[in-house]
């Protein structure tokens, strides 16, 4: 039986529980996103209270950059030595000295980013779990695990879509994998938790001391736009991009596909997206798969997608995969043959995928975060 991945909400609220609570003062309070996540992926200290969510905290945060990322996290989470029994504001303090901010600025900004990313973490051991526990059977008959197939339908023939239930950047074997940007192709930092984020992060080239060495996707995404005439303004909503997959190609694949979906709102730190953009932007990222298949040896041919929209471009999960879907039912109608795949992180997203045989729900109001 798979292992279900914690959501990813429901982790971030935890964490910020912990951060005031501190590890000593765990004992007694209603963790059950944590709680499942640490009996999952460390059984063994299980049989202690708060025992086993202390082991998992310090799994994930071991994970994290050294540096100022693991360090501000250690004294966030009081996981750094000696600091097991300081008061909230105390450890929050010390963490802010650790990037150089006021205490303020801190809570707003840092502190945020690095509970997401002691959050991804989790949810990746998570994943990397139950696909150890899962083996083989990641794909088994009844269709649980973090692979599965969905068979479809599409202009009168039988279609297989397979649905990976992991973070991105776990994804093996896929030729391109498409990646949201904004219009200006401008990617995220590397500790933010987005999926770009994440495919950046995955293709970085690390030294042995986990150095990083080269970060090609957005070193590739500037020549792309230097050769385009784009340097500096905006494209068109809808645009792709696409580059090669640095590290990523340790892990087969081969191409990042990125999509300019996310129009910066001004004056805040939010973006638009449109349903119709998502779809323009999908159509144009199989045309270009058409268009360069053949220059690759073996010829590109598989794909995946994730609910494009879906994270701070505020789309509900409903609408990114019907507006995905409409572009990518129309390629298959037409006779394509290409491989399709979608990504996901939450089992809600990955029963609205399975459900595309018959007919995707209705929208609802909720917008996820991520």
Known sequence: MALPLPDDVAMLAELKEVRRAGLIRLRGRALPAL???????VPAAAGTPGAAVEALLRSAVARLDAGTLRTAAEYTLGIAQGTRDWPASSR???????????????RKDQEVMVLEQVAEHIVRLTAETAGRSSGAAAEDEDGAGTHRVV??????????????????????????????????????????SSVAASLRRAAAVLGVTGDVLADPLPAELRRWAEQHGTSGRAVRPGT?????????????????????IAVPRAGTNDYDVLP???????SRALAVLAEEHEDHTPPLRSVCFPLLGSGRGGLSYEVSLRAVWAAVEAELARGAS??????????????LVERIPAGIRPAHARRPTG
């Open 35 to 41: 709680e499942a996540a640490a009996a999952a992926v």
């Open 92 to 106: 929050r303090v010390r963490a802010a000295s650790v990037y150089g901010v006021s205490v303020e600025r801190f």
């Open 151 to 192: 068979e479809i339908r599409a202009g009168g023939r039988p279609v297989r879509v397979t649905l990976h239930v992991h973070p991105v950047d776990l994804l093996r074997d896929v030729d391109v994998v498409v990646s949201p940007s904004n219009v200006y192709l401008a990617l995220p930092e590397v500790y933010k």
């Open 240 to 260: 792709v991009a696409a580059t090669g997959a640095g590290a990523l190609t340790g892990q087969g694949i081969r191409r990042v596909y990125h999509a300019a």
């Open 276 to 282: 119709a953009d998502v779809t323009r932007a999908v």
């Open 338 to 351: 290409w491989d399709v795949h979608f990504v996901v992180r939450t089992p809600e997203a990955a029963a």
